[in-house]
Nanobody, 123 residues
Framework: QVQLLESGGGLVQAGGSLRLSCAAS????????MGWFRQAPGKEREFVAR????????DYANSVKGRFTISRDNAENTVYLQMNSLKPEDTAVYYC????????????????WGQGTQVTVSS
């Protein structure tokens, strides 16, 4: 059974930082591209960042470019999202996702999703 377990969310003031983690189990982690998405109240889920299976390629939404960094540790089956200079508009539930095959799939679809972790940024 595949599980993606996010952690690290919480309440932070604007300008602060958080580091999200996503621990994967039940899949061949190093074969999957990994991504982070988010969904704010009343809005659709949106792409945040993705990283290829070996960490060689990363992409970011324009709204987070230069502030967020995605990374992965294949030995620990974990993907991270370092979030700096947080803004109130970053408030959302953040989801980890895994996709196999074509890397560019991981913007609109994924094979597996986590349950999400809440990030709240106060002004």
């Amino acid at each position: 059974q595949v599980q993606l377990l996010e952690s690290g969310g919480g309440l932070v003031q604007a300008g602060g930082s958080l580091r999200l983690s996503c621990a994967a189990s039940g899949l061949s982690f190093s074969s999957y591209h990994m991504g982070w998405f988010r969904q704010a109240p009343g809005k659709e889920r949106e792409f945040v960042a993705r990283i290829s299976w070996n960490g060689g390629i990363t992409d970011y939404a324009n709204s987070v470019k230069g502030r967020f960094t995605i990374s992965r540790d294949n030995a620990e089956n974990t993907v991270y999202l370092q979030m700096n200079s947080l803004k109130p508009e970053d408030t959302a539930v953040y989801y980890c996702a895994a996709a196999r095959g074509i890397y560019y799939r991981l913007k609109n679809e994924a094979d597996y999703w986590g349950q999400g972790t809440q990030v709240t940024v106060s002004s």
